[in-house]
């Protein structure tokens, strides 16, 4: 046997300390179920809270000022906008693609004359 393991009851004391608690403190730990309902009810409240400062308007009245769209605002939600977001890497791709091609044309007709 070779000199450098550990004898049997070395072994069994390090397994003794591991399973004895004597291992260390965990580091991390689950919230407990107070915690979560703690946590859910201040989400809930604050939620409840933002939509309380929205101010009531009346029928016809304004919006304040403050709360108003600017057009940069008004163009981002608008639904072109949605569409330039959702297709921006394939249009990357494909104008990349396009400069690539137009460069290879190029290159091989100033390479014929």
């Known amino acids: 046997m070779p000199s450098d393991s550990p004898d049997g009851d070395e072994f069994d004391r390090q397994l003794r300390a591991l399973t004895g608690g004597a291992a260390g403190r965990a580091r991390f730990a689950e919230p407990t179920a107070a915690q979560r309902a703690r946590r859910a009810r201040r989400r809930r409240d604050s939620r409840m809270a933002r939509e ?17 769209r600017t057009a940069a605002q008004r163009w981002s939600r608008s639904g072109v906008a949605g569409l330039l977001r959702r297709y921006q890497s394939w249009l990357l791709v494909i104008l990349i693609l396009a400069a690539l091609v137009a460069t290879s044309i190029g290159l091989s007709i100033l390479s014929n004359h």
């Open 52 to 68: 309380l400062r929205e101010p009531v308007l009346m029928p016809g009245q304004a919006r304040p000022l403050a709360a108003r």
